[in-house]
């Protein structure tokens, strides 16, 4: 099954439903990282709950979620673009732990920065309430955003360690709100198997809204393929080194004499010579 998101309206423009399968793109992720096979399940968590969360953003708009903790992994990020281009990040990938909130810890703070398109870029920030990634996104968006949100992201492994499966779905109740619709909708998600066992029977996307949506009049929206795209260039490598002033340019060229830049979401190497950073100084 292809990585894609479907979406769906239900209960007369009440209800905004969303699911996903992210399995291609959280391997081939956790591959670029590095990532050991508990780091592994986290990452196909953030994939799929910013594909869920980004399923909404219009042309030429970004989001970004960012767990930080206490835990050995320390830091999560992943990006969603409009068109359904995908990238994550952590901070320590090889990190080992039993559970997911053990690797994000107990303690910290999940930011959720938008892009919009606008002046400048929308960031709101909350505690994490329980370090399990699909908890503390929903209580950000009824918290922070006030619309009422169910989530469950699954994710499983196969016996080599990789990632057999991973998706997600969202659920929203837009004002106002369909009281009846919701109580029905909680009701087959209580009852539903767990997400990584519809997954790995092949349930597909459209389908799974099917089962959230039962007995709620709901009608099919279009579908996004999810994809892995980096926006680094050289060029915006260049500009970060600009921003160090003619100072820090020549403490650069000083204790290093070059500069390596590796991008953390592709690992491409983007390397300086000494001359380099010599004419950058000089254009300051």
Known sequence: MHDHTARAMAAKGKIRAV????????NDISFLQGASPAVSMALGRALSGVALMGSILKQGQRLAIKFEGNGLMRKLVAEADWDGALRATVAVPEAMAESVPDLLGRAGFLTVTK???????????VQLVSSEIAEDLAYYLTDSEQIPSAMGLGVSLADDGQI????????????PSDEAAVDRIMAAIAKMPPLSTLLK????????????????????????????????????????????GREGLASLIVEQGEASVT??????????????????????
Do not use: W
């Not at 699911?19 to 959280?26: D, E, G, K, S």
């Not at 279009?222 to 921003?243: H, I, M, P």
């Not at 979401?265 to 300051?284: D, G, I, M, P, T």
């Open 164 to 175: 057999a499966v991973s998706g997600g779905f969202l659920i929203q109740s837009l004002p």
């Open 201 to 244: 029977d092949g349930t597909p996307p459209r389908q799974l809204l099917d089962i959230l949506l039962e007995g709620v009049e709901h009608h099919p929206l279009e579908s996004t393929d999810l994809f892995f795209r980096c926006g680094c260039s050289r060029e915006k490598v260049e500009r970060a080194l600009l921003s160090l």
């Open 115 to 125: 892009d919009l398109g606008l002046k400048e870029p929308y960031s709101g920030m």
């Open 263 to 284: 991008c953390e979401f592709c690992k491409q190497q983007y390397q300086f010579e000494r001359s380099e950073l010599e004419a950058f100084v000089s254009n300051q």
């Open 19 to 26: 699911a996903c399968v992210t399995t291609r793109l959280a």
